[in-house]
């Protein structure tokens, strides 16, 4: 014998059951946007930090960057000062002497060697015609102070290093150039 349902309890349940349901979906709408609301504002956050960390890195990297640039042409500026230094020294020593000052030519040498490393090719070409004439210089008449005063005076003196100064102002200024250009991207990244 099967047992008789009742009707009325059973229409009741599921009336109970989609009311249920119904509730059981709002409050599951409710999580979500609940759910959604929080792990928007985390990925706001997110997203924020690591903006905000990626632009200081560019920005350290930036001016990292031009602080070694500038750190280079202040080298190369006081290599080019101590070389035009040395070099009149001793091209000074060699118009009025035949005896070479071995100590010095190796120091104007050594100068050479450093640019080599740093320089343009050109530069360095310069730096060793300067290096050539002065030992030329050796080999040549030795001259009186007057005599030196009235080549000065007729304009028929050469400088030996005016060349070199022509080159190492270009690339110094190629140099600056790139600063500032590096300098101005370095600020707008910022």
């Known amino acids: 014998m099967r047992e008789r349902v009742d009707v ?13 349901t119904r509730r059981a ?10 759910y959604i609301s929080a792990l928007s504002a985390l990925g706001g956050s997110l997203i924020g930090g690591l903006v905000t960390g990626v632009t200081a890195w560019m920005s350290q990297r930036a001016q990292t960057r031009v602080a070694q640039q500038a750190h ?19 091209y000074g020593e060699a118009v009025r002497s035949s005896e070479p ?10 100068m050479i060697r450093r640019m080599r490393m740093r320089c343009s090719p050109r530069t360095v070409a310069c730096a060793e015609q300067v290096a050539e004439r002065t030992i030329g210089a050796y080999f040549e008449p030795n001259k009186t102070t007057a005599e030196i005063y ?4 007729s ?11 022509e080159a190492a102002r270009e ?6 150039s790139v600063l500032l250009a590096d300098g101005r991207s ?3 990244q910022s």
Do not use: H
């Open 72 to 90: 280079e042409l202040s080298r190369r500026e006081g290599l080019f000062a101590d070389f035009i230094v040395a070099a009149s020294k001793v």
């Open 186 to 188: 370095g600020v707008r």
């Open 155 to 165: 304009r028929k003196w050469l400088d030996p290093l005016e060349e070199f100064g």
């Open 25 to 34: 979906r709002a409050r599951s709408q409710t999580m979500n946007i609940a």
């Open 101 to 110: 000052q071995v100590e010095e030519l190796i120091a104007l040498y050594a």
């Open 8 to 20: 009325r309890s059973t229409s009741e349940f599921f009336v109970w059951r989609r009311r249920a």
């Open 150 to 153: 009235e080549l000065i005076k």
């Open 171 to 176: 690339e110094l200024e190629g140099l600056s």
